[in-house]
């Protein structure tokens, strides 16, 4: 049974870089061929699929975030992290990392979940 736990700050300056890591278990980022990656949800708003690292390592993101979203891992730790450049406020969210056994964004085919972590943009 694969868990994931995402770990970070809760408040994030505008104009900052937002950071997040997940922790996975019972499973390797880098050998099981599933798909890590960061979905969010804003107030009122739905899932918002933000991008994916696969199990070889390469990664590719959301085209309306691509320009300030990276996510890379850490194989030593088992984990994966995402970084958001310049948040403002819209930023504001619930930050879930998941892992599916398939390249997909849609989050109904995510097979694993971590608890998800509130992050919020204020100064």
């Known amino acids: 049974q694969v868990q994931l736990q995402e770990s970070g700050p809760g408040l994030v300056k505008p104009s900052q870089t937002l950071s997040l890591t997940c922790s996975v278990s019972g499973g390797s980022i880098s050998t099981d061929n599933y798909y890590w990656s960061w979905i969010r949800q804003s107030p009122g708003k739905g899932l918002e699929w933000m991008g994916t690292i696969r199990y070889s390592g390469s990664s590719y993101y959301s085209p309306s975030l691509k320009s300030r979203t990276s996510i890379s891992r850490d194989t030593s730790k088992n984990q994966f992290a995402l970084q958001l450049t310049s948040v403002t406020p819209e930023d504001t969210a619930v930050y879930y990392c998941?892992?599916?056994?398939?390249?997909?964004?849609?989050?109904?085919?995510?097979?694993?979940w971590g608890q998800g972590t509130q992050v919020t943009v204020s100064s």
């Open positions: 998941a892992a599916a056994g398939v390249e997909t964004m849609y989050e109904d085919e995510y097979d694993y």
